[in-house]
């Protein structure tokens, strides 16, 4: 299977750096490096599920689809 690059756009909450960040070798999220602005984990067990899991959070975070809490809620 050929792995493709994974583009990430600028965080939709404040335009800063997000990264693609793995828990454990188990699930993996983007997370604005600014903010701190994040997606939802997405949890995976093989090679095959990581790079599926990979592209979802990258469409989720292209998209806009983002978790912010800021101060004081």
Known sequence: ???HEIILEDCPHCRGTGVMMHEG???VEV???DCGAHTV???YETEEEKEAAE???AQ???M???IKIDPGE
């Open 1 to 3: 299977m050929e792995k």
């Open 60 to 62: 989720l975070w292209n």
């Open 64 to 66: 806009g689809k983002v």
């Open 25 to 27: 070798n188990w699930n």
């Open 31 to 33: 997370e604005c490096l």
């Open 55 to 57: 592209r979802q959070v």
């Open 41 to 43: 984990y997405v949890e």
